[in-house]
């Protein structure tokens, strides 16, 4: 029967390391043992001035196609997810179709923040279904290190930049997407946002940059731990129990890579070893929508994953938007 596979995945990270021990030398007041303690992040990498989230988007695909034996001819659809497009107008997707020479494959972009690589699998997986698509490149990539106020200890040190990406069609074998599940709050979206360049604050002004309104703002973190930590579980516990399978019995949970006492307390919570959770945020820090697409092609390519497993992506973002996917790896 035919489903949802998942033909390829590819990921990029650029080659310039930004560490603690550099931030620090920054003039940031902060040290390693601080950062490592609240977050689990080591270091993370840092797109050059001239690089742009399409770029970081290309490389990924690249490796995506290599992986599925398919070239950019092939794609009959584009969707990036991402908040930090090459610019407002056109779309970070339409920038990527050029670069691929994709002339066919129609192309936009998806915000939902770092939810985003499962907000657009979901997209895919509707055009796939009613058959308005055949073959889609789904990329989720970032540059998040230009919406940082590098004087905010709290926030600075999270982000990182890079891309991840997934080629889908329906077939009748290899790695299939089971389901996918999205939710969304927007009363609560307030807690994590950047409030300048939308029609909000527009045009940009010297009074919107000297309010640093043009950065992104984590505001209550506690209570935004808080609720990833429960939105976390909730959407494990939602596919587990779609597939009617026990959430024990899921081999990997590869997660939006936001914090590591995080996920510390989603596995007590779900008495889970932590063995089973995949981690990439020590080496990349939070990649916004790319981190569980980058940290699924790392598993793949790195023998983790094995044939038949069972593997979780749930994802929690602002906007707030959260939700999950689960694959079974044939």
Request: some cysteine; glycine content about 8%.
């Given at each position: 029967?035919?489903?949802?596979?998942?033909?390829?995945?590819?990921?990029?990270?650029?080659?310039?390391?930004?560490?603690?021990?550099?931030?620090?030398?920054?003039?940031?007041?902060?040290?390693?043992?601080?950062?490592?303690?609240?977050?689990?992040?080591?270091?993370?990498?840092?797109?050059?001035?001239?690089?742009?989230?399409?770029?970081?988007?290309?490389?990924?695909?690249?490796?995506?196609?290599?992986?599925?034996?398919?070239?950019?001819?092939?794609?009959?659809?584009?969707?990036?997810?991402?908040?930090?497009?090459?610019?407002?107008?056109?779309?970070?997707?339409?920038?990527?179709?050029?670069?691929?020479?994709?002339?066919?494959?129609?192309?936009?972009?998806?915000?939902?923040?770092?939810?985003?690589?499962?907000?657009?699998?979901?997209?895919?997986?509707?055009?796939?279904?009613?058959?308005?698509?055949?073959?889609?490149?789904?990329?989720?990539?970032?540059?998040?290190?230009?919406?940082?106020?590098?004087?905010?200890?709290?926030?600075?040190?999270?982000?990182?930049?890079?891309?991840?990406?997934?080629?889908?069609?329906?077939?009748?074998?290899?790695?299939?997407?089971?389901?996918?599940?999205?939710?969304?709050?927007?009363?609560?979206?307030?807690?994590l946002l950047m409030p300048g360049g939308g029609s909000k604050t527009t045009p940009i002004s010297h009074e919107s940059v000297d309010k640093k309104l043009h950065v992104l703002k984590l505001i209550e973190a506690n209570a935004s731990f808080r609720v990833a930590v429960r939105h976390f579980v909730n959407s494990i516990k939602e596919s587990a129990k779609h597939n009617n399978v026990a959430v024990e019995d899921i081999n990997w949970f590869i997660p939006h890579q936001a914090n590591l006492r995080m996920f510390q307390s989603i596995a007590k919570t779900?008495?889970?070893?932590?063995?089973?959770?995949?981690?990439?945020?020590?080496?990349?820090?939070?990649?916004?929508?790319?981190?569980?697409?980058?940290?699924?092609?790392?598993?793949?390519?790195?023998?983790?994953?094995?044939?038949?497993?069972?593997?979780?992506?749930?994802?929690?973002?602002?906007?707030?938007?959260?939700?999950?996917?689960?694959?079974?790896?044939?």
């Amino acid at each position: 029967m035919e489903r949802i596979r998942i033909l390829g995945t590819g990921s990029y990270v650029p080659p310039k390391v930004l560490s603690n021990a550099d931030l620090q030398k920054m003039g940031l007041d902060t040290t390693d043992d601080w950062i490592v303690q609240r977050t689990g992040v080591r270091e993370r990498r840092i797109a050059a001035p001239e690089v742009t989230t399409s770029d970081l988007g290309y490389e990924a695909a690249l490796k995506a196609f290599d992986m599925a034996g398919l070239t950019a001819k092939d794609l009959d659809l584009i969707i990036v997810a991402t908040i930090t497009p090459d610019t407002c107008c056109p779309a970070a997707a339409n920038w990527l179709q050029a670069k691929l020479d994709a002339p066919q494959a129609v192309t936009f972009d998806i915000a939902a923040a770092c939810s985003g690589f499962i907000f657009a699998l979901n997209v895919a997986e509707q055009y796939l279904k009613t058959g308005a698509a055949k073959c889609v490149l789904v990329v989720a990539a970032e540059v998040m290190t230009r919406t940082l106020d590098w004087t905010d200890r709290n926030s600075c040190i999270l982000w990182g930049d890079g891309a991840g990406a997934a080629v889908l069609s329906l077939g009748n074998g290899g790695p299939e997407i089971l389901s996918t599940h999205l939710h969304t709050d927007g009363v609560n979206g307030q807690d994590l946002l950047m409030p300048g360049g939308g029609s909000k604050t527009t045009p940009i002004s010297h009074e919107s940059v000297d309010k640093k309104l043009h950065v992104l703002k984590l505001i209550e973190a506690n209570a935004s731990f808080r609720v990833a930590v429960r939105h976390f579980v909730n959407s494990i516990k939602e596919s587990a129990k779609h597939n009617n399978v026990a959430v024990e019995d899921i081999n990997w949970f590869i997660p939006h890579q936001a914090n590591l006492r995080m996920f510390q307390s989603i596995a007590k919570t779900l008495n889970l070893p932590m063995d089973r959770f995949y981690v990439t945020l020590d080496r990349y820090g939070n990649i916004s929508s790319a981190s569980c697409a980058i940290a699924l092609d790392e598993a793949v390519r790195d023998g983790s994953i094995q044939k038949n497993d069972l593997i979780c992506l749930p994802v929690f973002g602002g906007g707030l938007t959260w939700g999950s996917a689960l694959i079974r790896w044939h």
